[in-house]
């Protein structure tokens, strides 16, 4: 295989329309051809390969009529963005209460990012609250460890979900990231499945085009199917299972969490094999993801 820098530079020569709108897709049998909206004027891309990473709604997906399963879950989540007082020092918390997981992460500038995850009518009663009085209700749950927190910007309100696509391919047309998969966003895992996706579908690609191959051949993309989607529900099933686990006050299911968390402590492989699992080091991992 051709090494990674090479290939790189061979792919430097590349064209970006941003901001741009894909408006309409037509698949032919050797081309897919893409109408995209840039500013107030069509541009028509042809290529042998149209590569959707256009979110959980994909409007290409949708087009091309992908079906989905999945369901909503009973919470949605409140994201923002805090400054704290005193420095974050690049750590994430992740705090699980019965009504669902909170996290703060840190960003650079010593900002913070809030994922706070709630019943849909407490999320929706939490984000309608002033500032100060939102403010008071985040210090109240998450204490003071990092000093008063000041809010910036607005808040956003998101129905959480999980969500596969039936398929991830079509002749002419590769899913990845949200596009082909949602899940909850306990664990955080959403953005490293896509990043996961774009590099083993870029190996694919990659060997296809070195073979002299067709990489919109639908035989070629299958290979591409194969690797991610299994994967995919793995980690899609793990965070499902976390957020009925952890926003339970059930007691049986108490009981079972805090044995698993138990052996967890006590048993150094299985705590390697679920950290493993997390960050993508379970399965097949690309060339591009081991870089
Ligand atoms: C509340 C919340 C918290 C999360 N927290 C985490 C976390 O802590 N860690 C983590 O790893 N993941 C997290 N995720 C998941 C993560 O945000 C997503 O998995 C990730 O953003 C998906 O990236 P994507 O590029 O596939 O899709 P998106 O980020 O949705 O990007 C899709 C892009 O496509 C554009 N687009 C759509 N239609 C068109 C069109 N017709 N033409 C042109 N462009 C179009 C959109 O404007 C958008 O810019 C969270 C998600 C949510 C909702």
């Known amino acids: 295989m051709q090494p990674l820098q090479e290939f790189v530079q061979d792919c430097a020569n590349v064209t970006y329309l941003c901001p ?5 897709t037509q698949y032919q049998k ?3 051809a893409i109408d995209i909206k840039v500013a107030d004027q069509l541009w028509t891309v042809k290529s042998k390969l149209l590569i959707a990473a256009d979110g959980a709604r994909s409007p290409i997906r949708q087009a091309a009529g992908i079906k989905t399963s999945g369901w909503k879950y009973w919470q949605s ?3 923002a963005f805090v400054k704290p007082e005193k420095p974050h020092n690049n ?5 699980f209460w019965s009504s669902g997981p909170f996290a703060i992460l840190p960003l650079p500038g010593n900002r913070c990012r809030i994922v706070w995850t709630a019943p849909h009518e407490e999320a929706k009663a939490l984000c309608a609250l002033d500032d100060e009085q939102f403010l008071r209700e985040l210090t ?3 204490g003071d460890q990092m000093g008063k927190l000041e809010l910036l910007g607005d808040r956003f309100v998101f129905q ?3 969500m596969q696509s039936d398929r991830y391919v079509l002749p002419r047309l590769a899913l990845i990231g949200d596009a082909a998969h949602n899940c909850h966003p306990v664990g955080g895992q959403g953005l490293n499945l896509g990043i996961r996706d774009a590099a083993a579908l870029a190996q694919v690609i990659q060997t296809a085009h070195q073979a002299g191959k067709d990489i919109g051949d639908i035989q070629i993309l299958k290979g591409y199917e194969r690797w991610r989607k299994l994967e995919n529900l793995t980690i899609l099933g ?3 299972l ?3 686990m952890f926003s339970n006050n059930f007691l049986p299911v108490v009981l079972v969490r805090r044995l698993g968390l138990w052996f967890l402590q006590r048993v150094p492989v299985l705590k390697v094999f679920m950290l493993k699992l997390m960050i993508g080091l379970k399965g097949r991992t690309p060339e591009l993801a081991k870089r």
């Open 91 to 95: 750590t994430a918390y992740e705090r």
């Open 160 to 162: 959480v979900q999980l």
């Open 242 to 244: 976390l957020d009925r």
């Open 20 to 24: 741009a709108e894909v408006v309409n």
């Open 238 to 240: 793990f965070t499902d």
């Open 140 to 142: 109240r749950r998450y």
């Open 77 to 79: 989540c409140i994201v």
């Open 30 to 32: 050797d081309i897919v």
